[in-house]
Every structure is written in C-alpha cells, then in structure tokens.
C-alpha cells in the first residue's frame, strides 16, 4: 500500500504525518508527503516540526517538500490532506472519479471528527506543533487499525 499525506506547504503537518506513519505501518508500505503549493520545493520540512519529531524519536530532518503531481494519483492507494482548502485544492487536480476516492480529509478518515482539520502550526509556537503531533499520532493509529484490518 502507498499512502500520501498532503498539507499547503509541505513543511508542517504532513513531513509529521509522513513521519508518524512510518512508524506505524509494515515497512512493505510506502508513505510519502507533498504539499499543494512548491512554495517550499526541496527544503527540509520546518525546523520546529523536526525537532517535535525528534522529541518523539523520529527523524523527518531528512525529508524534503514537494508539490503534488498528476502522478501521484496513479501511484498512491490513499491520499490524506490535512484541511478543507487542501482537501478541495487536492480533488481540483483529479482527472476522474477512480483518484476522487483515494482522496480524503485525515481526520475524517481517522474518524475522529466530521469536516475535521489538522490546524497548521507554522504560525504558532513548540506547543501549537506538539498539539498536532499528539493529533496526527492518534489519526494516524486510527487509519493503520483501518488499512490492516
């Protein structure tokens, strides 16, 4: 199984997500994160959002932004995005109804809350990005016991 964590820029939420998840699948499954805009193409993911991770015992300082591509509908199983504008930014890139159901909001899928968004911390302090790694890290072990059941 290949699964895609998507977020606006590729840098906060979705380097953790991709990060989290690692940790939790088989290592036969592949996970991968991109961002809507390229704003930040080639960088390394927030340095915030690293060291959260690693305060956590994992590395995501190695990971470097991406834009979504048409591609990557046709490689991933599953494609997570963080918020409402990527969700809708995400499913506008679609070209039929096959990649449309590989697309879903996280924590929708997570089941924790309907229309339910990841807030992105990029604007907050170490506190606003441990509150998304505890969020992520629950949605996370919810979509695992999903996809292994």
């Known amino acids: 199984m290949k699964i895609l964590m998507v977020c606006l820029g590729n840098i ?38 690293i060291k959260t991770a690693a305060h956590h015992n994992i590395d995501i300082s190695n990971q470097k932004s991406r834009p979504i591509t048409k591609a990557d509908f046709d490689a991933f199983d599953k494609i997570y995005c963080m918020d409402i504008d990527v969700y809708e930014d995400v499913i506008s890139k679609t070209r039929n109804e096959e990649h449309r159901q590989k697309v879903s909001l996280f924590l929708e899928a997570a089941g924790d809350h309907k229309n339910a968004e990841v807030p992105d911390p990029y ?15 629950r949605g996370c072990e919810a979509i695992k016991k999903q996809i292994l059941a």
């Open 123 to 137: 604007w907050g302090d170490m506190n606003d990005f441990e509150e998304v790694f505890q969020l992520l890290d």
């Open 12 to 49: 906060c939420r979705s380097p953790l997500a991709e990060g989290i998840m690692k940790t939790k699948v088989p290592e036969k499954f592949f996970v991968d994160s991109a961002g809507t805009i390229s704003m930040h193409e080639g960088k390394h993911p927030d340095k915030r959002a």
